[in-house]
Every structure is written in C-alpha cells, then in structure tokens.
C-alpha cells in the first residue's frame, strides 16, 4: 500500500449502471469513502467520483460515473459510458425486475460501448438475504427463500448462470456491510486488460496523460467527508 | 424504409390544408398568436387575445412614497393594452396579437423576457380583480377609463370611503388611442368580460388569502389574524442567515411597493418591481412572488380546488409514478432540516403525488423531488403544485418528461451557445474530449438547486421566474466564463467537474479579495455571476433561445428516438430473434408510425371540429384551449401518448404491409356487414364515428374482414384489445420467423380453434375457407410451383387436372388456389370427425354405418364420375377463349336431372343419411392433423403455407407499390361483400367473347365466396327447420325438406366431388378415420395416403344431386359444374 513506490498508474472509466434505488451509488460510496447512507439524494444526470485501486503491479485510478437510475434517464446513458472500460451493472437481488432491467443494461452495453469493456454484475443488498448470516456460502443462495427474515428474490445460480453465459464478473455485495465491495473492484482492476491501460482513454488519450501527472492535487468530488479515507480499497 | 420520423411530420404536413391556417407541424416555427400572448402575460391557455389597442396608462401619485417623481403628475407608460375573456393586460413592450397583426409583430419583443414571460411594466389582471370601471369626462376627445380595483378590498366591510380615505384603493387611468369605433369596440368587449368575471370575486378572495401580502398589508382591524403558509420556512427556518440576506429590509421595501402598487392579482409592475427580484426576495413573500411572476397564480384561480381535488379523487391508489416517489422521498434536499421531518416529507409527497395524477404524461421524474422540496420550503402545497404545472408545461416544457427530450434538447442548445460565445473554451472542450453536458445537465435539470448552495439557487430562481429558461443558459455561460482560466487548464472530466464543484463552495466569497476598494472587495463571488450573467450575456434572449431550439429537434429527437428503439427491439424477448433485425427495425418503425399517424391524423379531425363548431358559434363565447402545443403529440422522442395499437391502427397497420388487408372498395364503407354479429363489442367501441376527412389519412384503407379480428385477438395475448410492439412481433414471428410449413398450419387452426379444444367446428372450416379466399383475392405471393404436378401425379383432384387442361396456358396459381379452396372445403367436410362426447370416430361411423347405407340410392342415382368431370370441365373452361356457350347451358340441364334423383333418393333416406358430416344435426369437427392432411393434400394449398402466406407481410419494403394502386388495376372485384350477393358475373354469350382472366378469376371467386355464404346460409336454414320441427325421422314430410336443404349442403360444399355413395368410398372413409386417429405422421406420409384417398374419393363422386332453385343461376351452376 505504499504510495512512494513509482508503480505505473493509470486511469480506468467506469460506468454504474442499473435499475432507480438498486444501490448503485451506495456501492460507489462505499468504496470510495466507506460510508453508507440510508438516504442518499437521488442522482441527477450522474455523479462523478475517483478511487484509487492498488494492485501489486501497479495502481489504477477509478473515475467512476455513477448514473441515475430512473429509467427516463436511460436515454442519458450513452453519455456517460461513452469510453468506458469498465461497467458495474447493478441489481438488488430482492428485485427480480431489477436483475431484467440488468440484462437489459447489458446488452446495451455489449452493442453499444466501447469494445472490450469489461462488465461486472452486481446483485446488491446481500445484507437483506438470509446469507448474509452465514458468511459466503454460494450453495445456499439460492434454497434459502423460505427462511424468515430472507428477502432474496434472485438466486446466485440464476444469476451466475447468467454471468458465465454473457462472460461477466460476477458478485453478490452488500453496500450496507461492505461485504464483496471492494473485491468487485479488484477483479474489475484485475481484469483490465494491460493493453487498453496502455491507451486509456482511446482519443483523448495524449492529452490525458499530461493531466494525469497532477492527480494527487485532484479533488474527490464525491463528497466532504471522503478525504481521509483515500486508501481503503482492499487491494 | 422509414428510417426516422421526419419523414412522417412530412408527411403529415401533406395532408395538413394549408388553407386552414393551422400551420400545425410547423407550431414551433410559427407559433399562434393565442400562444405568444399567453406567454408573454404567462396566463392559462384558456385564454386568447380577443382586443387590443394602444392605450398609456397613468398611475396616479402615491401620497405614501416620496419618489424623484412629479408628484403632481403620477407616472405615464404607453404601451398596449389586451383584453382576452378573462384577463386584461397592459404591457410598454411593443407587440401585437391582434388577428390582424403579423408575426413579426406578434413575436417581436423589446423586453427583457422577450415574451417569455412578464417585461416592461404594466400589469396583468384576472378581470374579477377590477371592481369598478368609470368612463371619465375626457379633455381631449380621448377615452379616458378610471379602473378601481378590489385590491385591500377583498376582506373590508368598511366603506369605500375609508379605503380612499388612507389610500389603499387602487385606481389607475388609462387612456384608449383609437379610434372611436375601436374604443367603443374595446369597451364592450371589456364590459362583457367583467359582467363574466364578477362571478369569480369569491374564487379570487379564496385564492388570494393564501398570499402573504395580503397578511403583511393587513389593516389594524386585522391584526389578529394569522399568517397564510409561506412554506416550511416559517417552521423549519429558511436557508441562509437572514442578516446576512437583510431579509428585513427588503420585506420594507416590498411592503412599500406592493401598497403603492397593488399586492397580487392587482399588482402593477413598475421598473423598482424587476430591481426588488433581481437582489433577491425576502424569504415570506418569495412564494407568492415565485407563483406570481411565473403565473401559476392565475391557474391557481382558475381552478382554487384542484390540488385538493386530485388528492382526494385518487386517494389510496398506486402508480409506478407514487413508487418512484417513495424511491426519493427520504432523499430531498435532505439537509434541510423540514424534510427530516415528517411533516415536509408528507407534503413533498402529497405535492409530487397530486402532480402525476394530473399529467400521467410526466408522471414523476427523479429532479422533480429536488424542485418540489426546494418550493416547499417557501410555498404552501397547493401553490407548489400548481408552481409545478407552470414548470412542466411553460417553463421547462420535457424536461422531465419520459424521455427528458427538453433536457437534452437544452443541452445541445447550451454547447451552441458555449461554443458561440466562448470558442476557445470550447476547443478545449472538444479536443480534451470533455463532455460539456454530463457537467451542465444537473444544473437545468434542477434548475442549479443541486449544484449551488441552496440561498444563491433561490436567487436564480428569483430571476428565473420572471425572465423565462433564458435565465438558465445566463448562468451557465456566466459560470463558464467566470472559471474559464481554469477549465481551460482542465483536462478530463474530473477535473472539469471539481473546478466547478469547488467554485460553487465558494460562491459566498468576495469576487475581488484582494482589492483596495472595499466595496469591490465586498462584491461576493454569487454577485459577480449575476452580474456576468445578465450584462455579459444579455445577448441571450427567450428568442435566441427558442431559435437554437428549433434548430436542434430534429437532431435530439431522432438521437432519442433511435436510442428508444435500438432499446425496444432489443428487449423484444426470444421471439424476435426469428425474425431479422432489419425486419424488427422496420416493424418497430411501422408500428410507431402508424400510431403517430393515426394521432396526427385524430389531433386535425378535433380541431377541423372545433373550428366549425367555432365558426358556428360567436367568437368570444368559444373557449378555444390551444392544442398547437401538443401537435407532435405522439411523436416517440417526445415521450409516451400511446404505445398501443388498437384494432383499426391494427388494421391500418396490416394493409401497409400486406396487400390482402387493403379494403377492395377505396373510398366506400369501411364497415363489411360480414360476421357483424361475432364482433366483439370492444372493435366497436374503438371505432369512431364517421369523420370528413378520410380516416385512413394517406394510406390506403384497410380491409375489414373476420380474418383480421382473429388475428387481432390472437396476437393480443393479454386480452387487453390493443397490442404492443411486443405483442405484433412475437404475432408476427410466430408466422413469419419460422418458415415452417407445419407451424404456419398450426397457426392458422389455431386462430380458428376458438375454445382451445384442439377442434375446428363445421363454422370454423367455413371461415377457414373464407379467409383462404379473403387472403388470396388479390393474388398469391411466394415461391408456387409453376404447374400442379405433384397432384396430377398422384391422380388427386378432377379440378387441378381439369384445370390444367383447359386452362394451363393462362391459368395462374391464383386461379387454381380457388380450385384449392374449393376442394379444401370439401374434404374438410368429408374428413371431419362426427362430434360425439368419446370422440371414437370409427365407433360412430360403425353405428351409422347402416343409415349411410341407405344414401346409397342417392348416390348411385347421381351422374357418373365422367359426367361430373365433364361438367367440372365445362366450368373451368368455359372462361377459356375457347369454351363455347353452349356448353355452358349443360350444367342447368345436368342439375335437374340430379334434383330428380336426388328427390327421389332423399325420399328414401333418413335426414342424416344425405351426409352425416354435413347434418346440422349432427356436428362435427375437424382436429389439427386433418386439417393437416387436407392442407397437404393440396400442392397450392401446401405452397400458401409454405410460402406465400408468410410472405404476403413485407414488413421491410411495405406493400409492393402495384398492389396499392387503384381497384382497376388490381381488384376488379369490387364488391367482395359476403353477406351480399354479387351480380352474376357472366352471360354465355359474353363469355367468350373477350373477357381477360382477371374477369374470369373475379367470377370464379365471387362465386366461391358466395358458394360458401349460401352454404352456410342454407345450413342456418335447416338448422332452423330442426329446432322447429319435431324430431328428425317422425315427420316425413319435414324430413324430406330437411333433407332438401342438406342435399343443397352437400352438393355445393362438396363442389365436384358431389356425395360419396359407393361402398367404396365408405370404405376408405373409414380407414381414413383409422389414419387420422393417428395422424400425426409426417408430412410425407399423410399426404400420399390423403392423396390416394381422394383420389378414391372422386372417383366415387358425384355432382350435386339436387339444385335448388335459390343457386339456379349460371354463375352458381357453373362452379358447381
């Protein structure tokens, strides 16, 4: 975790996207300042924030655009994936709608963004599953509907399934617990590939290099509180 | 084909009248004059300019303020005065929106709103707000009008005298320059006017005791009283230091104005009333000032009880909108602390809720909550809501509509506007590859409460209300401008963001820290901006606003509108896959245009109705609301009016793609009497009366046929009677996408398999054979095997083999598909399982077996198979140039001898034995696998659902341009009405002469549509004769004229094939019955068997063994043979 050692950095867009109130900007705020709250305002348009991932070879700069939900705001989106690498495709997973809308946001992506991005799916709110309690048995997921108490409406074979079939990564996370969150982003860093850092960000990508010199002066405009808590990402 | 939906205003352009002025499509461009005045004085589009004329208005000389003024003299302002049915307005800003004026005058402004709301001074009154109207002695042979007004009035029992006496009586003068004719003319549209606005005086006291000035100018005899809800800030505090805002002062300053001129409703503007806005209101009377300037005040009037009414009215319902509400509640402006409370989040609530009961359109739009609580927190609810009306529909119109098409349309509007007025910036921009719009669409879509501090929002919303959007676009340049040195330095996204982000927290400061002047140094930073914002960009007016709108739609609409259906047909679900994305492209165009069309269309009907009731009707009595707002109504990018298609846009919808589904009879009734009674109601219901103008627009008219209905309730799955885009696709795949010979059959028994019960009754196989005729009467597409080989070979059907005999060297599949209907009708029939309750076919044949034996005679007595041939042969080639008309007098001559036999055979047998299939008495039906067989038995019929039933959609290219050209071209048989009859098509002696094929195939179809109309008809008749009758077999008599009319039956639905008498044909009956027991085999299979059987068949065949009088004519006999 140490900052002085000159590890090769580089920026890497991602995109939430996801159906209103499924938890996308909690999973944000977790990660990037490792908070949760109950009642977060409702994103306009999207908000923009950074985290910094370090991996053991090198450190990759999250610019996160956390994108509004409400599915009127669909027609916004391309704004905002436009050049992404990477996509966190959100669900809550006490929501079957919200795994559909998913799929939707996949496909779209698939078609429509840049090639090669690469795509997590997210179910998130596994604080409200009976699963929760017994820590990350996946075998479980999926039977444990009728327990009191379990609000899950997706099971993780369904899910997965889906994930493998479409080649996405795959998590369960809790954005209230912090379960999972960070290691989406891990994997996500992780899988990257090499050559896409190489050229961050496609056309602009001579000019942001330059800029990129002064990150560490750069604001985290997520929010006041986040300053301190710059170097939780798990990695 | 229709790739995107210029095209289609296009189009609806062409069928617009120009000569009736609407200018519709073009409303944006052009917009009514109606509209351009009831933006300008921001009132209720109820309202239109009925009279103006040139007038100067003096008020009088306050004997409270001491202004630089000449007291003596008052202040004068000329401008015009406008009289519309409920409001008289004054305004110093030159325009016209006389009938009269140009355009350019209309739209033509000076002021600072440049018609975008309320400029230059004057005022805006509700005429129940004036109570008294003097003529005055005028000097100068001028009208001279003394207005006194009800303002202060409205809650005093004290005398006039009093209120003159300390000067609260409102009393303006103005001078009319006209005319006489036209002062008089503006006098009587103004006594008028205010007789109808007395009525409203209660309406106005109740709405403006909401108001806080009417509590803060209250008398000293009303001390008492308690103050009107100004918001939540009069519980929870309103945002910022009220010292630091000198809230108290400036409510000082207003107390002063609003006494001297008018408080509310009565308010007279003066050029102090724009400079009290611009440095901000105090908190108490923002709201009223908010509703006042924006003119939701006067919906407010118009209508005092709606908020409460919508509320109650749909108390304890649910919508996707009140979930999506709920969603935000919690998460409005969450740091104020009214809205960590119950009390503010409920009326956040009951605000949002009342609004998507009363625009469903809108619904609820994740911003909204942010602007809802923001007014909250200084207006009661019902003032927020109505605030709210004013924001979607005249402020911000789409910004928060399903597609947000307004919101994105301002963002275009705005990068033009940077990239106008600060170049440089802007190739910055686009070189960094930043993209402007993900920082600015925040700002209007929250109108810069989510960005700015909440006390430097409210300023810009002081501003806004009064001056229109364009106040938007001020800022966000002004904001630019002003950190233009850092952005520039900006690089990417993030950085763009966080230097705004920081600039916003810092709004506070002094602009010029550093400077020597203390009063620079005093210049905060939010003062700058205005400052920048509406001296720097100045040049921004409503009109360049509205200009860069205009240019831009179509470019952001089609970007939606693409978007929306890239989105749409890639969540169509599996069945879409069967069909190509081309195909689904153009489906989804299709569909979307025929329901803009049909709007369009509906939208000019209304109004070519209200304009006539107008003319009928005097002019100022019709309230005529401007619909040229919603002209693009329906339009995808504009957000939802309907994503349904109900059965006439259904019908419509087909015959753009299938040339069987245009009506034969252009321009005659669209109303086929056929099959009225098995309609279901809800069709009815969708239709609409008969209108002028064609109701099918430019397109040709659609059929109407069964055929269509059951299509209809077949791809309507959810039994809604209307289909979505969904619903046709999948309707449309299940056809189209598999190419499978054996899906398209099932499909179509399906359709016909009314109870699900895997049977097709006797009615059924009736209307099975109509709708072959109904598809086919124009032609059949698709691959079809030039000759009927395949049936010669296997010795199948007289007909075909006949058929391609004498008619071979004209004759088209289309005339042999009839041949093929026909022999489908009747091997339906002869293949149909008895309806009994076990459904053991062969048992029941077994037990009749006896009764069938004694039809024998009846077959027997018949003609042999050479003379049916012959007779066949003299049918199909009577049309040919070579067949004589002396032949055609045979088949007459032939059917009486079959009547005698008949008769005398059916004397002999017992009702059932004629045919047992064909007994009335006796129901029978028919399983998939023997329609099956009987499809496949038919080359043709084989090839229709091969092939040319699945390709008689283009979906792609629409209907081949031929088909859709006049009746002569194509149809020729005009009147295809089922339940009436045609006229006999032929005489012998015209026959030969030169008749074209297209006359002989017309006849040939007449009479096989007619053929089945009279079967079906004489089978009523009998069914009939059975219910009346005593039970079949007592009574000879009536047996035998039962028998009658089943012999009829048999013959003509038999066609050539006639009653099968011999044990023969019994026989391989019942094996038959034995097969299709079983008859699921393969396609293969069935059909060699069905071949061999009706080659068995028709050798047994018999013509028609009794004629009755009713088909005596040639066109039946003909086909009969």
Known sequence: MSESAPKPSSSVKLVLLGEAAVGKSSLVLRFVNNDFQ????????????????????????????????????????????????????????????????????????????????????????????????????????????????????????????????????????SAKTGHNVSEVFTAIANAIPETSLKSARGAGASNTAAGRSSEEQRVNLGNAQESGSKDNCAC | MFSNFTNIVHKAQQFIDPTQGLNLSNSDRNPSKASLFQNQFRIPSTQNPLHEINAELTIPPSNQTSGDK????????????????????????????????????????????????????????????????????????????????????????????????????????IHLAGTRQSCERFCDGLKKG?????????????????????????TEDRKGISPPDAGLGMIFRYPGDPKKLRDRAKMRLWAEYLRDNGRNVTLVRQPTFHKLIRVGLPNRLRGEIWELTSGSIFLRLENPTQYEETLAKFEGQDSLAIDEIEKDLNRSLPEYPGFQSEEGINRLRRVLVAYSWTNPDVGYCQAMNIVVAALLIYMSEAQAFFLLSALCDRLVPGYYSTTMYGTLLDQKVFEGLVEKTMPILWDHLVKSDVQLSVVSLPWFLSLYINSMPLVFAFRVLDVFFVEGPKVLFQVGLAILRINGEELLDATDDGTFISVLKSYFSRLEESAHPKSENPKLRAVTRFQELMVVAFKEFAGITHNSITELRLKHKDAVLNNIENFAKRTAIRNLGPDSKLLSTEELGALYDRFYNILYDRQQRDMMLQQDKIRKAKQSRARASEIFSGGQDEVEKGRVGLGPSTSHMDYDAFREFLASTSKWAISDSPGSSRRDTMSESDRPTRYQSARRPTESISPWGSGPEPAEHEFLQRL?????????????????????????????????????????????????????????????????????????????????????????????????????????????VSAFIRRCFEYAD??????????????????????????????????????????????????????????????TEDTQDSQRSVSKAKSEAANAALDPAHPLHMTLPTFRMVVLADELLEQFFESSFPTSFHVVDGVPST???????????????????????????????????????????????????????????????????????????????????????????????????????????????????????????????????????????????????????????????
């Not at chain 1, 809308?101 to 997590?120: D, M, Y």
């Not at chain 2, 100068?140 to 009008?145: K, M, V």
């Not at chain 2, 005679?857 to 008309?885: K, N, Q, R, V, Y």
């Open chain 2, 834 to 895: 008895p309806d009994h309750p076990s459904n053991q076919a062969i048992e029941k044949f077994q037990t009749e077996k006896d009764a069938e034996d004694n039809s024998n005679a009846f077959a027997i007595g018949d003609d042999d198979d050479e003379e049916e041939d012959g007779g066949e042969e003299d049918l199909l080639g009577f049309e040919s140039p070579s067949g004589s008309p002396s032949k055609a007098t045979k088949p007459p001559t032939l059917a």
């Open chain 2, 70 to 173: 000449d007291h003596d003299r008052g202040w004068h302002y000329a401008g015009k005065l406008h009289l519309s049915e409920g409001y008289m307005c004054f305004s110093t800003t030159p325009s016209s929106f006389a009938q009269s004026a140009s355009v350019s005058t209309s739209s033509a402004f000076t002021g600072q709103t440049h018609g975008g709301g309320p400029s230059g001074n004057g005022f805006t009154w509700p005429l129940c707000a004036i109570r008294r109207v003097e003529r005055l002695n005028s000097q100068n042979f001028q009208f001279a009008l003394a207005f006194t007004t009800w303002n202060g009035l409205l809650y005093e029992d004290t005398k006039d005298t009093k209120a003159k006496q300390d000067g609260r009586e409102q009393r303006i003068i």
């Open chain 2, 712 to 820: 209809f309730k077949k791809w309507d799955v959810d039994g809604t009677g209307q289909l979505t885009l969904q619903n046709v696709v999948t309707g449309l795949a299940r056809i189209k996408g598999r190419r499978d010979i054996m899906g398209t059959i099932t499909y179509f028994f399906e359709l016909y398999d009314d109870d699900n019960d895997g049977k097709v009754d006797r009615e059924g196989i009736l209307r099975i054979s109509e709708a072959l005729l109904f598809l086919s009467r124009r032609g059949l597409e698709g691959s079809l095997s030039p000759s009927a080989s395949t049936l010669a070979l296997n010795g199948d059907s007289s007909v075909v083999r006949e058929s391609q005999g004498s008619l071979a060297p004209g004759a088209s599949a289309n005339e042999r598909f009839l041949g093929s």
């Open chain 2, 194 to 218: 205010l007789r109808a606005g007395v009525g409203s005086v209660g309406k106005l006291r109740k709405v403006v005791a909401e108001d806080y000035s009417e509590y803060l100018l209250r």
């Open chain 1, 38 to 173: 109950e009642n977060k305002e409702p994103t306009i348009g999207a908000a923009f924030l950074t985290q910094k991932c370090n991996l053991p070879s090198r450190t990759i700069k999250f610019e996160i655009w956390d994108t509004a939900g409400q599915e009127r705001f669909a027609s916004l989106a391309p704004m905002y994936y436009r050049n992404a690498q990477a996509a966190l495709v959100v669900y809550d997973l006490t929501k079957p709608t919200s795994l559909v809308k998913a799929k939707h946001w996949v496909a779209e992506l698939q078609r429509q963004a840049s090639p090669g991005i690469v795509i997590a799916l997210v179910g998130n709110k596994l604080d409200l599953t009976s699963d929760s309690k017994t820590a990350d048995s996946d075998e479980e997921g999926a039977d444990g509907e009728d327990d009191s108490g379990d609000a899950r409406k997706v099971s993780t074979e369904e899910a997965k399934a889906y994930a493998e079939e479409e080649s996405l990564l795959f998590f369960e996370t």
């Open chain 2, 963 to 1121: 088909a859709s050209a006049s009746a002569g071209g194509l149809t020729t048989f005009s009147s295809l009405g089922f339940g009436s009859r045609p006229p006999v098509p032929i005489s012998p002696a015209a026959a030969g002469a030169g008749r074209g094929l297209r006359g002989v195939m017309d006849g040939i179809i007449t009479d096989g549509m007619r053929v089945a109309t009279e079967v079906r008809r004489r089978m009523d008749e009998a069914q009939k004769e059975l219910e009346k009758n005593a039970l079949p077999g007592q009574k000879p008599d009536e047996d035998e004229e039962d028998d009658e009319d089943i012999g009829i039956a048999v013959g003509v639905r038999r066609g050539p094939g006639g009653a099968s008498g011999d044990s023969d044909s019994r026989s391989v009956k019942s094996s038959d019955l034995d097969l299709l027991s079983g008859a699921d085999a393969e396609a293969g299979a069935v059909k060699e068997q069905e071949a061999n059987l009706a080659d068995k068949d028709l050798q047994g065949g018999k013509p028609l063994p009794h004629r009755p009088a009713t088909t005596n004519e040639p066109g039946v006999v003909e086909f009969e043979g």
